[in-house]
């Protein structure tokens, strides 16, 4: 099994609200990765967790919370978001993360902040 | 930050042409690596190249790797219509457990 999976696909929500984004991979790989990406640019690194502890915070505002409650799944909390956090959030994962080798990415969450 | 600048922006060539992609970064790096991403889609890694190699082949994909120049190419040979889409060159950075995308080019195969 070669699969990262995201659910939802399409989140809409408003600034007040809470949702989640959520990610699961079964190759027990133990790294796993957020990226987020806006239109017609590259994926831009926001989290890595190595081995269920959070390794890199790349300044990423507050409301934004990830969350790996065990080695297969992750979560990325959204609470008081802003239309400009409207894009597509990427799940990765690859073996590890200190020679990071290919990445294997999720289909995204596509996420509208009205 | 912003550490592949890509070239060019865009690609468009007819079918069974080959597509030929650059990718430059600034620093000291571990592997650099190529993926593909179709609109709206995840990525799919393509291939990898160490800093200590020069060259590497997958199916009709040609990477050369130039380190002395901080630079690489992507040769897609004999293009399909479906290599439609936007390709990206990612470096890991000596010392960081991260790797970083280019701007990406987006490919268009004109059938």
């Known amino acids: 099994d070669t699969e990262v999976t995201q659910t939802p696909k399409h989140l809409v929500m408003g600034m007040t609200n809470k949702k989640s984004l959520k990610c699961e991979q079964h190759?027990?790989?133990?790294?796993m990765y957020w990226y987020k990406q806006k239109a017609k640019k590259p994926p831009e690194l926001m989290f890595v967790?190595?081995?269920?502890?959070?390794?890199i915070n790349e300044s990423v505002p507050s409301r934004f919370s990830p969350e790996c409650p065990n080695s297969s799944l992750l979560n990325l909390h959204l609470h008081a978001l802003q239309p400009e956090d409207s894009a597509l959030y990427l799940c990765?994962?690859?073996?590890?993360?200190?020679?990071?080798?290919?990445?294997?990415f999720g289909e995204g969450s596509r996420l509208t902040v009205l | 930050s912003q550490q592949g600048e890509e070239d060019p922006q865009a690609l468009s060539i007819q079918e069974g042409e080959n597509a030929t992609m650059n990718c430059s970064y600034k620093?000291?790096?571990?592997?650099l690596q190529w993926y593909r991403q179709n609109s709206g889609r995840g990525l799919v890694h393509l291939i990898l190249?160490?800093?200590?190699?020069r060259e590497k082949h997958s199916g009709r994909l040609r990477v050369t790797l130039d380190t002395s120049k901080k630079s690489s190419s992507l040769l897609i040979t004999a293009s399909r219509a479906a290599d439609t889409a936007s390709y990206f060159c990612?470096?890991?950075?000596?010392?960081?457990?991260?790797?970083?995308f280019g701007q990406g080019t987006r490919l268009t195969i004109n059938p």
């Open positions: 990765a994962s690859s073996q590890d993360a200190k020679n990071t080798g290919e990445l294997f």
């Open positions: 190759m027990g790989h133990r790294a």
């Open positions: 967790y190595s081995y269920e502890k959070l390794s």
């Open positions: 620093t000291s790096i571990n592997n």
């Open positions: 190249i160490r800093s200590n190699e």
């Open positions: 990612a470096t890991l950075i000596q010392g960081a457990q991260k790797l970083v």
